[in-house]
């Protein structure tokens, strides 16, 4: 199976020379771990059986949270605990699309900007337009499922006040 780390290795120059303006730090970041994860970029300790004298060299590994070799585990228990709250009903599936004023704020305030976006989630208001199976361009989305009466996508746009 191919790796993440051969994917980047492969393009991740060419990615970031086309793209690096606008690339988070946190992603710089993420794409530099796990390029470096249980190389020897990251050193190593070296295992010795106390029985037999063998010896392995084992890679330090980056701990990013990006990182499919270090967060495995963890993320099917989150995956595993996600699915244990599903209610048995239908969802969709929620775009929001923030407008362009906008875009530039979110994306150095993503935190309390996604935070925010959660609230407008749950409080529909008159001030969404709402447009199906339309595609908005180049943006900042936020996706989401929601409970609802029937399966079917829908794609909200903001609407500056």
């Known amino acids: 199976m191919i790796e993440i780390a051969e994917v980047f290795r492969r393009f991740a120059d060419g990615y970031l020379?086309?793209?690096?303006?606008?690339?988070?730090?946190?992603?710089?970041?993420a794409i530099a771990d796990i390029l470096a994860c249980r190389t020897e970029a990251l050193g190593g300790h070296l295992w010795r059986c106390d029985q037999c004298s063998a010896e392995v060299y084992s890679y330090?590994?980056?701990?990013?949270?990006?990182?499919?070799?270090?967060?495995?585990?963890?993320t099917e228990r989150w995956l595993a605990a996600r699915k244990a709250e599903v209610l048995p009903c239908s969802y969709f599936h929620v775009t929001i699309t923030v407008p362009e004023q906008l875009r530039e704020v979110l994306r150095a305030n993503q935190k309390d900007g996604y935070a925010l976006l959660m609230k407008a989630r749950q409080r529909p208001s008159s001030s969404w337009l709402a447009t199906v199976g339309m595609s908005v361009g180049p943006s900042v989305s936020w996706r989401c499922c929601t409970p609802g009466p029937s399966s079917f996508f829908i794609t909200l746009t903001c609407t500056v006040w």
Do not use: F
């Not at 020379?17 to 970041?29: C, Q, V, Y």
């Not at 330090?60 to 963890?74: A, G, L, V």
């Open 17 to 29: 020379s086309a793209h690096g303006a606008t690339i988070l730090p946190s992603h710089r970041r």
């Open 60 to 74: 330090h590994s980056c701990k990013n949270r990006s990182c499919p070799k270090c967060h495995t585990d963890q």
